[in-house]
């Protein structure tokens, strides 16, 4: 049943057996190559189509494995630091993750692959709207999409099993600890704007907050006055 509907969905569709091929090549190059072993992260990442989440002039640079512009001065990650933040939150189908920075929406997409529910907030409302659509579009249910300042969290839906910041704060915003499920875990590039920031990942035990830096990254500013 599965290989021949394969076989003419790529006859039908001969680009994305191209598109397909280079996500593979991307996993296995400069993913699996640098150290993430998850193989749930890796699956998603083979799976998430992140040509049809960039704009149309970015898609013959979809696979490379770098940050690339969504329009209004904001980036698409890094496929290599999508993958590493969200196997940091070693992720698993209970959970329910708050993402602040939906951008392009393809974080949110490579989550929404392994977890419950993914709720994410995005600042700049175009953006937002264009992710909510072309994450309907590609049949994403269970992601939660809310124009907003990412600082106040999403406090209808606390706690979370986990939250990745996906823009960069000068320190931690408090309501998002707050927000944080006991035993969950945090994902943040913390540090100043348009400098090297330090990704840093917080976990909540017994009410208690423990942190340490992961790794040197940058990331575009965490913005307030946007909206
Ligand atoms: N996760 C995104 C990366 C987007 S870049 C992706 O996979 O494409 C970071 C995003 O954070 C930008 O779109 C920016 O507008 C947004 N952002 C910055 N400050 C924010 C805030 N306070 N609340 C919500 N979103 C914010």
Known sequence: MFWPFLIMFFTIFPQEEKYAAARDR???DHIQSQGIHNKKVLKAMRTVPRHKLVPPSQRPNAYLDRPLPIGDGQT???????????????????MRVLEIGTGSGYQA??????VDQVYTIEIIR??????????????????NVRIGD?????????????????????RLPQ????????????????????????LTLIEKKNGKIRSRSVAPVRFVPFTRDTL
């Open 126 to 143: 175009s953006l937002g709207e264009k992710a909510e659509k072309d994450l309907s579009d590609l049949g994403y249910e269970n992601i």
């Open 76 to 94: 698409i990650s890094q496929p290599f630091i999508v993958a590493f933040m969200t196997q940091l939150i070693d992720p698993n189908k209970d």
């Open 175 to 198: 309501p998002l600890i707050d927000q944080l499920a006991e035993g969950g875990k945090m994902v943040v590039p913390i540090g100043p704007v348009n400098q090297i920031q330090e």
């Open 150 to 170: 990412g600082y106040a969290g999403w406090p209808e839906e606390t706690p979370f099993d986990a939250i990745i910041v996906t823009a960069a704060p000068d």
């Open 109 to 114: 997409a490579v989550l929404a692959e392994m």
């Open 26 to 28: 991307l996993v296995k």
